[in-house]
């Protein structure tokens, strides 16, 4: 089949912030060399952003400015919109409108397609369209492109990723320079590495998204946001970190799926990994996904996770794939990798039934008989000890005795927690980081 000779595909863009102002930058500088690799120009006619001053750092035309969603929406020259107006109900509004009227749809919004994805990629199905959204996880890592095409043939069997750049630096921050949490994240805000209001980053939701999207189209099955365990880094300590060390760990916050037989694991939480796993490396706000498949065995990809330009390249790309389609008159693959309409609901595997190691801080008071009682409790529920390090002596005065256990259940684990956290003796809740070899 060869291409429609196309004078020109004209892009509608939602939003001049951090990573549309990158896009618009993208396809401007490199204008010729898209067109000369696709075959035919590519250009974005018009711009809404409710905020036009934003246009001034871009140089952009006022010709093409709009604070009028319809301007683009209603324009028949527009054939896709580009969405990057970030996790507010007018961006799913945008995406079902312009998919009911027959454009293509590029988005970076994770926690949309995380909540709304099957509903959006039902519209684009419905109106023969694409809706494509590789800058929702891992910026400029072409990761949901690799599963999509490049994986084809192999069953995926699990994921293990580093998605969230933010917290990835603070983690990094942490163990390098021996501080705590709160300080290296104030340090982290000041530097432009975390928002003002980090918590998405830090309480892990923004992996969970994240997670979400790529388990679902790594095992064909819907996996709903709300049932990825979700834990974030604020417990972590600098104490940890030299604990860790000690036992030859890093800790990462990693998101993790797996397909167990017929039901999946996915879950966001720290997670000390051994110091000589590839992801253990990964260092700053530098993202990494680990992909374990039935014939490729490990294939892991790296690169920035965030920032204007590297997304920005993930985005370009996803509007130049589509280019492509229009010209061949063809619909691309479907945006999860499967037809929507034979994805099913995933079975998820509840977290009691998850098998991990544990590394287990308790904070306590010094007195004799202290660690038989702990051991006791692990003991009654089925937990065994690997290692026991406690921390200095000082009478009468709260130290941390640190354990790591041997393979556990999650549920026995809870259990004999919940008995631990209620001795006299122990004096805060139970710092858990779960061990992944």
Not at 183 to 189: C, F, I, N
């Given at each position: 089949?060869?291409?429609?000779?196309?004078?020109?595909?004209?892009?509608?863009?939602?939003?001049?912030?951090?990573?549309?102002?990158g896009?618009?930058?993208?396809?401007?500088?490199?204008?010729?060399?898209?067109?000369?690799?696709?075959?035919?120009?590519?250009?974005?006619?018009?711009?809404?952003?409710?905020?036009?001053?934003?246009?001034k750092?871009?140089?952009?035309?006022?010709?093409?400015?709009?604070?009028?969603?319809?301007?683009?929406?209603?324009?028949?020259?527009?054939?896709?919109?580009?969405?990057?107006?970030?996790?507010?109900?007018?961006?799913?509004?945008?995406?079902?409108?312009?998919?009911?009227?027959?454009k293509?749809?590029?988005?970076?919004?994770?926690?949309i397609?995380?909540?709304?994805?099957?509903?959006?990629?039902?519209?684009?199905?419905?109106?023969?369209?694409?809706?494509?959204?590789?800058?929702?996880?891992?910026?400029?890592?072409?990761?949901?492109?690799?599963?999509?095409?490049?994986?084809?043939?192999?069953?995926?069997?699990s994921?293990?990723?580093?998605?969230?750049?933010?917290a990835?630096?603070?983690?990094?921050?942490?163990?390098?320079?021996?501080?705590?949490?709160?300080?290296?994240?104030?340090?982290?805000?000041?530097?432009?590495?975390?928002?003002?209001?980090?918590?998405?980053?830090?309480?892990?939701?923004?992996?969970?998204?994240?997670?979400?999207?790529?388990?679902?189209?790594?095992?064909?099955?819907?996996?709903?946001?709300?049932?990825?365990?979700?834990?974030?880094?604020?417990n972590?300590?600098?104490?940890?970190?030299?604990?860790?060390?000690?036992?030859?760990y890093?800790?990462?916050?990693?998101?993790?799926?797996?397909?167990?037989?017929?039901?999946?694991?996915?879950?966001?939480?720290?997670?000390?990994?051994?110091?000589?796993?590839?992801?253990?490396?990964?260092r700053?706000?530098y993202?990494?996904i680990?992909?374990?498949?039935?014939?490729?065995?490990?294939?892991?990809?790296?690169?920035?996770?965030?920032?204007?330009?590297?997304?920005?390249?993930?985005?370009?790309?996803?509007?130049?794939?589509?280019?492509?389609?229009?010209?061949?008159?063809?619909r691309?693959?479907?945006?999860?990798?499967?037809?929507?309409?034979?994805?099913?609901?995933?079975?998820?595997?509840?977290?009691?039934?998850?098998?991990?190691?544990?590394y287990?801080?308790?904070?306590?008071?010094?007195?004799?008989?202290?660690?038989?009682?702990?051991?006791?409790?692990?003991?009654?529920n089925?937990?065994?000890?690997?290692?026991?390090?406690?921390?200095?002596r000082?009478?009468?005065?709260?130290?941390?005795?640190?354990?790591?256990?041997?393979?556990?259940?999650?549920?026995?684990?809870m259990?004999?927690?919940?008995?631990?956290?209620?001795?006299?003796?122990?004096?805060?809740?139970?710092?858990?980081?779960?061990?992944e070899?």
């Amino acid at each position: 089949m060869t291409m429609s000779r196309i004078p020109q595909i004209y892009v509608g863009l939602f939003g001049l912030g951090t990573v549309g102002g990158g896009v618009y930058t993208i396809m401007e500088k490199n204008r010729e060399l898209i067109s000369k690799k696709l075959g035919f120009p590519i250009q974005i006619k018009k711009i809404c952003d409710p905020d036009p001053k934003k246009s001034k750092n871009f140089h952009v035309p006022s010709s093409a400015l709009t604070t009028k969603p319809n301007d683009i929406l209603d324009d028949p020259e527009i054939s896709i919109i580009v969405e990057l107006i970030g996790d507010k109900p007018v961006a799913r509004e945008i995406m079902s409108s312009a998919l009911n009227l027959g454009k293509h749809v590029v988005t970076a919004n994770k926690a949309i397609l995380a909540q709304h994805g099957p509903e959006l990629y039902a519209l684009a199905s419905k109106n023969e369209v694409d809706i494509l959204f590789e800058a929702a996880v891992a910026g400029s890592i072409p990761i949901l492109r690799s599963i999509r095409e490049g994986f084809i043939a192999d069953s995926i069997k699990s994921i293990q990723g580093i998605i969230n750049g933010t917290a990835n630096f603070i983690l990094t921050e942490m163990s390098e320079k021996k501080r705590d949490f709160s300080a290296v994240l104030l340090d982290a805000q000041k530097a432009g590495f975390a928002e003002s209001n980090p918590a998405s980053d830090i309480e892990g939701h923004d992996t969970a998204h994240k997670l979400s999207i790529l388990s679902t189209m790594a095992y064909g099955a819907i996996v709903p946001v709300d049932k990825v365990y979700t834990e974030g880094i604020t417990n972590i300590t600098a104490f940890d970190f030299e604990m860790a060390e000690r036992f030859g760990y890093s800790i990462k916050l990693l998101a993790i799926s797996k397909k167990i037989n017929d039901e999946i694991e996915a879950r966001v939480h720290p997670t000390m990994i051994p110091k000589e796993q590839m992801l253990a490396s990964v260092r700053g706000a530098y993202n990494a996904i680990l992909v374990n498949g039935e014939y490729i065995g490990q294939s892991m990809q790296y690169g920035l996770g965030a920032g204007s330009l590297p997304t920005a390249t993930a985005v370009v790309a996803d509007i130049v794939e589509i280019a492509r389609n229009i010209a061949l008159r063809v619909r691309g693959v479907p945006p999860m990798g499967y037809r929507i309409e034979e994805m099913p609901k995933a079975k998820i595997r509840s977290m009691e039934d998850i098998e991990s190691s544990y590394y287990l801080r308790f904070t306590t008071q010094d007195k004799p008989g202290v660690f038989a009682k702990i051991a006791n409790a692990l003991g009654q529920n089925h937990v065994s000890i690997s290692s026991v390090y406690q921390h200095g002596r000082e009478e009468d005065k709260e130290i941390p005795i640190v354990v790591v256990t041997h393979l556990s259940k999650e549920k026995n684990m809870m259990m004999a927690l919940k008995e631990i956290d209620r001795l006299s003796v122990i004096t805060q809740k139970t710092t858990v980081i779960r061990i992944e070899s």
